[in-house]
């Protein structure tokens, strides 16, 4: 089984609708991150959380919340969607210092 | 921003060849990491670099780091046509507390 899972893998939208996007991982690893993708612009941070009771702002977090359940479990969610919010999500996990491991992506239309 | 921005954007080679890509950064940094994506695909740590460490090596990988340009390099040897992906580096900047600033990645396309 993949170490770092997301769901749905894809999902398609529309203007103004609530969606979740769910990340869990079985790497026992204490950080989780959200990142978006677009064409050409690389990953940009969206939310991270060191532990369950520490979650920050990435770079980009407006329009964004997440809710840290267990330590395996760090969900996100766009309360208004938009398009442009239209992207490639990933989740990824870590320990401190050390390198990231990517969940497959959540591939994300708003229309 | 503190992004690395790695160097060329796309690369296409033919099997056999080495790869070259490049990564500048801007701040001081604890380590530097190197991830490849194939298309759509998540990332997949390759190399990380610290930054006391000049080079490290990893099967056809070399990848070096210089601190005082605030540079580094990723070499692919003797390509394969697998190869084909897009390639990021990633900086643990000081100051970060372990989070990464990734650049916009090299394109590398290994033609058989």
């Known amino acids: 089984d993949a170490d770092v899972t997301q769901t749905p893998r894809n999902r398609i939208t529309k203007t103004g609708k609530r969606i979740m996007l769910e990340c869990s991982q079985t790497?026992?690893?204490?950080?989780m991150y959200w990142y978006r993708q677009d064409p050409g612009l690389g990953l940009r941070l969206i939310y991270y959380?060191?532990?369950?009771?520490?979650?920050n702002k990435g770079e980009i977090s407006d329009g964004y919340s997440v809710s840290r359940q267990a330590q395996a479990k760090f969900s996100l969610s766009l309360e208004s969607a938009i398009p442009n919010q239209t992207a490639l999500y990933f989740c990824?996990?870590?320990?401190?210092?050390?390198?990231?491991?990517f969940g497959p992506g959540t591939r994300l239309l708003v229309l | 921003s503190q992004q690395g921005e790695e160097d060329p954007q796309a690369l296409s080679i033919q099997e056999g060849e080495n790869a070259t890509m490049n990564c500048s950064y801007k701040?001081?940094?604890?380590?530097l990491q190197w991830y490849r994506q194939n298309s759509g695909r998540g990332l997949v740590h390759l190399i990380l670099?610290?930054?006391?460490?000049r080079e490290k090596h990893s099967g056809r990988l070399r990848v070096t780091l210089d601190t005082s340009k605030k540079s580094s390099s990723l070499l692919i040897t003797a390509s394969r046509a697998a190869d084909t992906a897009s390639y990021f580096c990633?900086?643990?900047?000081?100051?970060?507390?372990?989070?990464?600033?990734f650049g916009k990645g090299t394109k590398l396309s290994v033609k058989p």
């Open positions: 701040t001081s940094i604890n380590n």
């Open positions: 790497k026992g690893h204490d950080r």
């Open positions: 990824a996990t870590s320990d401190t210092m050390k390198p990231q491991y």
């Open positions: 959380s060191f532990d369950v009771k520490d979650i």
């Open positions: 990633a900086t643990d900047w000081k100051g970060s507390q372990g989070n990464l600033i």
């Open positions: 670099i610290r930054s006391n460490e």
